[in-house]
């Protein structure tokens, strides 16, 4: 799994004041959950880029006043208007601790109902899964090979591994729509 290091720095004062005077200097402040204790922290927004702006999972490597852990971007707010970082939530991996975490879809082969001129429609880009730190893949594949026009693939259709699927199965991850064009093909037909 990829690795992001993120370089935070403890904070003295928890108070909405201190909170916004952080955010006007452009750092983001942080919370990480599942040691003993929470620690509260900053770091600098720019060091967010690569979890925020992309589909993959990164592992994040949090140097917090030279204190490292292992951890996921856990959850993230945003400000309504602006759409600036506001606040990030961090859980610490623990090998021995189950833990739930959403991974990316993708996609493998040309589905047949396309090259009848359909058009694969991504439903659910991300899955949640649920199993212990050393059996979350970065990605889940499915085959949508022989995916025909009008048909779905649903999320019980992604392979097994080490980890529990929490989605419901009936979901569909991806759709072949039939066109407008094959539409009146086939009312015509009938």
């Known amino acids: 799994m990829q690795v992001v290091e993120i370089i935070g720095y403890k904070r003295a004062n928890l108070g909405k004041k201190e909170s916004n005077d952080l955010r006007m200097e452009a750092m983001v402040p942080c919370v990480l959950y599942g040691g003993a204790e929470q620690i509260h922290f900053y770091s600098p927004m720019i060091l967010f880029r690569p979890l925020i702006y992309s589909q993959d999972v990164y592992k994040v490597l949090l140097n917090i006043e030279g204190d490292t852990y292992d951890a996921f971007l856990q959850e993230t707010q945003f400000h309504p208007v602006s759409d600036v970082l506001q606040h990030a ?79 419901t199965p009936a979901i569909p991850l991806g759709t072949v729509t039939v066109p407008r064009a094959l539409k009146g093909k086939e009312a015509d037909a009938k």
């Open 89 to 167: 939530d961090f859980l610490l991996v623990r090998e021995d601790k189950p833990m739930r975490i959403e991974i990316p879809v993708r996609f493998k082969g040309t589905a047949v109902g396309v090259t009848k001129g359909g058009k694969l429609v991504q439903k659910l880009s991300k899955v949640r899964i649920k199993g212990l730190p050393k059996n979350i893949p970065e990605f889940v594949e499915v085959d949508v090979t022989n995916l025909d026009l009008g048909k779905s693939v649903r999320v019980s259709e992604i392979p097994g591994g080490n980890f529990e699927i929490l989605n």
